[in-house]
């Protein structure tokens, strides 16, 4: 099975930005749709964004648009999620996902799932 490993979370002030890193292994990374979910404290899991096998389309949550950004390295196997002007609402654990379908806001669409990066953006 596909394995993914999330890592660049940490605490910052709102604000500022953040990268957010996802290593993927066991799979055809170039072959997945991979996403960004994040779950905070006491809420259900959410969409964040998705990106295409190619990179060249990509879907966001309206909350997230104009300050997160998706993109992926298939060479070296990794997607990234750029953050920028956190803030605490942002708060959360960051979940990277791979799917073998299509772009989907779902959480049923993602097969494959991370252990989670915790975010933490102080006020």
């Known amino acids: 099975q596909v394995q993914l490993v999330e890592s660049g979370g940490g605490l910052v002030q709102a604000g500022d930005s953040l990268t957010l890193s996802c290593a993927a292994s066991?799979?055809?990374?170039?072959?997945?749709?991979m996403g960004w979910f994040r779950q905070a404290q006491g809420s259900e899991r959410e969409f964040v964004g998705c990106?295409?096998?190619?990179?060249?389309?990509?879907l966001y949550a309206e909350s997230v648009k104009g300050r997160l950004t998706i993109s992926r390295d298939n060479v070296k196997n990794t997607v990234y999620l750029q953050m920028n002007s956190l803030k605490p609402e942002d708060t959360a654990v960051y979940y990277c996902?791979?799917?073998?379908?299509?772009?989907?806001?779902?959480?049923?669409?993602?097969?494959?799932w991370g252990q989670g990066t915790q975010v933490a953006v102080s006020s």
């Open positions: 066991g799979g055809t990374f170039s072959r997945l749709v």
């Open positions: 990106i295409s096998w190619s990179g060249e389309k990509t």
């Open positions: 996902a791979a799917s073998t379908f299509l772009l989907s806001e779902r959480r049923s669409t993602y097969t494959y």
